[in-house]
């Protein structure tokens, strides 16, 4: 899928299972152009299906795996106890220690939240 900045540039996406997508690192500077067969993404969130309908599919990256298909885990935080879980694969399961460090919130991200991390915004980010 791709999706039109407001810098001019266009960002791209590969769509997941779990209601994820993986963004790609590099950015086009014309439309349809995107990276297929690279693997060098710069973030992977859970995107709203309704906002999956607004950009458009603009080429096919095929898997040479079904690992490539599944997101990494995810982490969950419980607000109250402070307590992590992670998310893998459609389980959740408790951290073991610190495991939970470094890993994406698991939450699902509307359109514009996806364009002000890819021009750059890190306020969303972990």
Same mark, same amino acid.
């Given at each position: 899928?791709?999706?039109?900045?407001?810098?001019?540039?266009?960002?791209?996406? $590969? *769509?997941?299972?779990?209601?994820?997508?993986?963004?790609? $690192?590099?950015?086009?500077?014309? &439309?349809?152009?995107?990276?297929? #067969?690279?693997?060098?993404? &710069?973030?992977?969130?859970?995107?709203?299906?309704? *906002?999956?309908?607004?950009?458009?599919? *603009?080429?096919?990256?095929?898997?040479?795996?079904? !690992? &490539?298909? %599944?997101?990494?885990?995810?982490?969950?935080?419980? *607000?109250?106890?402070?307590?992590?879980?992670?998310?893998?694969?459609?389980?959740? $399961?408790?951290?073991? #220690?610190? &495991?939970?460090? #470094?890993?994406?919130?698991?939450?699902? %991200?509307?359109?514009?939240?996806?364009?002000?991390?890819?021009? #750059? !915004?890190? $306020?969303?980010?972990?």
């Amino acid at each position: 899928m791709e999706i039109a900045l407001p810098d001019g540039t266009f960002a791209y996406g $590969r *769509v997941l299972k779990d209601a994820c997508v993986a963004f790609y $690192r590099e950015r086009g500077a014309a &439309e349809e152009q995107p990276p297929i #067969g690279s693997r060098d993404f &710069e973030f992977i969130v859970g995107v709203y299906d309704a *906002v999956l309908r607004r950009w458009p599919v *603009v080429g096919h990256d095929p898997s040479a795996t079904d !690992d &490539e298909d %599944w997101p990494p885990p995810s982490q969950i935080e419980d *607000v109250i106890s402070g307590e992590h879980q992670i998310y893998d694969r459609g389980k959740t $399961r408790p951290a073991i #220690g610190d &495991e939970w460090q #470094g890993l994406e919130r698991a939450t699902v %991200w509307d359109e514009r939240h996806v364009v002000d991390r890819l021009l #750059g !915004d890190r $306020r969303w980010e972990s």
